[in-house]
């Protein structure tokens, strides 16, 4: 896996895109679709004419980023599954995540988990169908036991499931990566979360570099990389597009689109304001920018696409199922049968570009039983 040259700085925005509306492409939307498949880049405009789309256009916008998405994935949606392993004990102070220091939000809190509850979460993960199981901590950082711990597991789970496992410990640095790749993690979660220009607005204990060089580490290591970002946290549209491009930049295999659950006793309580087709325009977005990235609808799926979510599954090609982190999901029978209802299957495919040729066929799977989170 090829190294990055990270961005010296937050990637520049011209002077004109600032204060005048973002140019449609030539071509409409269908056009756009036909330049990236023809192996054209979205520029920078046209990633903001998406956001800046019109209701009545949003069918012509879906239409364009799912030709995209079919040529990488064709109907495809792959599943990943959540597993809090050591929740509300985090010394940052990100204002959207209800386990930092500043949440006072009414959530468990306990230690990292012990090998068995982690082994019968990969259990469950496996029996949902899902591709990926992710490790999550809430951590500035792991510990050297923290690390220890995962290195330990990641070995044990893959040799009872096929799954392949992602880490999200915090900031990593060289050494740590190494040693998550040696132990055979597959890949590392790090979300840029935002842009440059806004990641002082949202968190003050790290910043937005810290970030990029986590990113750096875990790619040295030779660990692909999922990092995506979160709509709704007052930031403006030229933050979305600042990511995006970003991502691109680095290369990220998977970007999960998570949409703001401003949940109480947190600094942006109250602040989330995303309509429905506000968050189908930013997956669409997303997907255009990076038209060979895994998208995942990530958290706030339920609570802001609401009836619309089968619509997102047209830009992104791949969902968490059950519950997130410190907020339910809908049963998987509904995800189940979105998939299903929509023509999709499950896979548990690769999803790096590099390994997509090696792809094992998609299978299609019964329609699971509903299995209640451990
Ligand atoms: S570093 Fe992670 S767990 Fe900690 S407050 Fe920020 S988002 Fe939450």
């Given at each position: 896996m090829s190294t990055v040259d990270l961005p010296?700085?937050?990637?520049?925005?011209?002077?004109?895109?600032?204060?005048?509306?973002?140019?449609?492409?030539?071509?409409?939307?269908?056009?756009?679709?036909?330049?990236?498949?023809?192996?054209?880049?979205?520029?920078?405009?046209?990633?903001?004419?998406?956001?800046?789309?019109?209701?009545?256009?949003?069918?012509?916008?879906?239409?364009?980023?799912?030709?995209?998405?079919?040529?990488?994935?064709?109907?495809?949606?792959?599943?990943f599954f959540l597993m809090n392993a050591k929740?509300?004990?985090?010394?940052?102070?990100?204002?959207?995540?209800?386990?930092?220091?500043?949440?006072?939000?009414?959530?468990?809190?306990?230690?990292?988990?012990?090998?068995?509850?982690?082994?019968?979460?990969?259990?469950?993960?496996?029996?949902?169908?899902?591709?990926?199981?992710?490790?999550?901590?809430?951590?500035?950082?792991?510990?050297?036991?923290?690390?220890?711990?995962?290195?330990?597991?990641?070995?044990?789970?893959?040799a009872r499931h096929d799954l392949n496992v992602?880490?999200?410990?915090?900031?990593?640095?060289?050494?740590?990566?190494?040693?998550?790749?040696?132990?055979?993690?597959?890949?590392?979660?790090?979300?840029?979360?935002?842009?440059?220009?806004?990641?002082?607005?949202?968190?003050?204990?790290?910043?937005?570099?810290?970030?990029?060089?986590?990113?750096?580490?875990?790619?040295?290591?030779?660990?692909?990389?999922?990092?995506?970002?979160?709509?709704?946290?007052?930031?403006?549209?030229?933050?979305?597009?600042?990511?995006?491009?970003?991502?691109?930049?680095?290369?990220?295999?998977?970007?999960?689109?998570?949409?703001?659950?401003?949940?109480?006793?947190?600094?942006?309580?109250?602040?989330?304001?995303?309509?429905?087709?506000?968050?189908?325009?930013?997956?669409?977005?997303?997907?255009?920018?990076?038209?060979?990235?895994?998208?995942?609808?990530?958290?706030?799926?339920?609570?802001?696409?609401?009836?619309?979510?089968?619509?997102?599954?047209?830009?992104?090609?791949?969902?968490?199922?059950?519950?997130?982190?410190?907020?339910?999901?809908?049963?998987?029978?509904?995800?189940?049968?979105?998939?299903?209802?929509?023509?999709?299957?499950?896979?548990?495919?690769?999803?790096?570009?590099?390994?997509?040729?090696?792809?094992?066929?998609?299978?299609?799977?019964?329609?699971?039983?509903?299995?209640?989170?451990?």
């Open positions: 010296a700085a937050s990637p520049s925005r011209s002077p004109r895109s600032a204060v005048e509306p973002p140019r449609k492409p030539a071509g409409g939307w269908a056009g756009l679709a036909d330049r990236v498949l023809s192996g054209g880049m979205v520029d920078r405009d046209e990633a903001r004419a998406v956001l800046a789309s019109g209701d009545e256009e949003l069918l012509d916008v879906l239409a364009a980023a799912y030709r995209v998405r079919h040529r990488h994935f064709g109907n495809t949606v792959q599943l929740s509300g004990l985090c010394p940052e102070d990100c204002g959207y995540c209800s386990q930092s220091k500043v949440s006072s939000a009414d959530i468990p809190r306990y230690n990292l988990l012990a090998p068995e509850t982690l082994l019968d979460a990969a259990r469950v993960a496996a029996e949902r169908q899902s591709k990926t199981f992710c490790i999550v901590i809430s951590a500035r950082g792991p510990t050297e036991r923290e690390i220890d711990a995962v290195c330990d597991i990641v070995p044990k789970i893959k992602c880490a999200c410990l915090g900031l990593l640095d060289a050494r740590q990566a190494q040693r998550l790749a040696a132990a055979g993690v597959d890949k590392v979660n790090h979300n840029l979360n935002t842009s440059a220009r806004h990641y002082p607005s949202i968190c003050t204990t790290h910043t937005h570099a810290d970030r990029l060089a986590t990113l750096q580490a875990c790619r040295e290591a030779g660990l692909a990389l999922c990092s995506g970002g979160i709509m709704g946290m007052g930031e403006e549209p030229e933050d979305l597009v600042d990511m995006a491009f970003e991502l691109r930049h680095l290369g990220v295999e998977s970007i999960p689109l998570n949409f703001l659950t401003a949940i109480d006793g947190t600094p942006l309580a109250g602040s989330d304001r995303l309509s429905p087709r506000d968050c189908l325009r930013g997956l669409a977005m997303m997907r255009l920018v990076n038209p060979e990235a895994e998208i995942r609808i990530a958290g706030g799926r339920e609570v802001h696409l609401r009836s619309l979510q089968p619509l997102g599954l047209y830009p992104a090609n791949s969902i968490f199922v059950g519950d997130y982190l410190t907020t339910p999901g809908q049963p998987p029978a509904a995800d189940y049968a979105m998939i299903t209802d929509m023509g999709f299957r499950i896979s548990r495919g690769a999803e790096t570009p590099a390994s997509r040729g090696a792809e094992r066929p998609a299978t299609d799977f019964p329609v699971p039983r509903p299995i209640p989170n451990p």
